[in-house]
């Protein structure tokens, strides 16, 4: 999967964000809880997972995404790109205003190694909010 690779060279911290619903309008963020704040090793080795994600065919499921994860610069004062992934329809939306417009919507294979071992991620920092 494409990043916005200038994005990623700036991302210092990376917001996990359990999905509740989709957005109201269509860059706003999906609205959700956040789980998680990774930073340092955790930023370098998701966005790599991120990047290892094989292309899919896309799916109708109606586009339910379960975790977004927003990257924010060193000001940590705007979203410089938020990407929403649905597991199900195997597909990827991004945006934000590091986002070329070809970017922003791409699918991936949720049975490859690398989207199981980011899924397996976001299901665990969900546990652990939880408790």
């Given amino acids: 999967m494409q ?7 700036l991302t210092a911290l ?3 964000v ?3 619903a989709l957005p109201a309008k269509r860059d706003d963020p999906y609205p959700g809880r ?9 930023v370098a080795d998701t966005l790599a997972l991120i990047e290892e994600l094989s292309g899919g065919e896309q799916h109708r499921c109606g ?3 379960g975790w977004s994860v927003r990257a924010y610069g ?8 938020e990407a929403a992934f649905c597991f199900t ?3 990827v939306r991004m945006h934000g205003p590091a986002v070329p417009p070809p970017l922003a919507k791409q699918f991936f294979d949720p049975a490859a190694p690398p989207a199981q071992a980011l899924l ?6 969900s546990a652990r909010a939880e408790t």
Avoid: N, Y
């Fill in 63 to 65: 586009f339910s995404p």
């Fill in 34 to 42: 956040v789980v998680a704040h990774w930073a340092g090793g955790e």
């Fill in 89 to 91: 329809c195997q597909e």
């Fill in 120 to 125: 397996t991620r976001f299901r665990a920092v």
């Fill in 3 to 9: 990043l916005p690779v200038e994005a990623v060279a």
């Fill in 74 to 81: 060193d000001a940590l004062d705007m979203v410089l790109f």
């Fill in 18 to 20: 359990k999905i509740s």
């Fill in 14 to 16: 990376i917001e996990v």
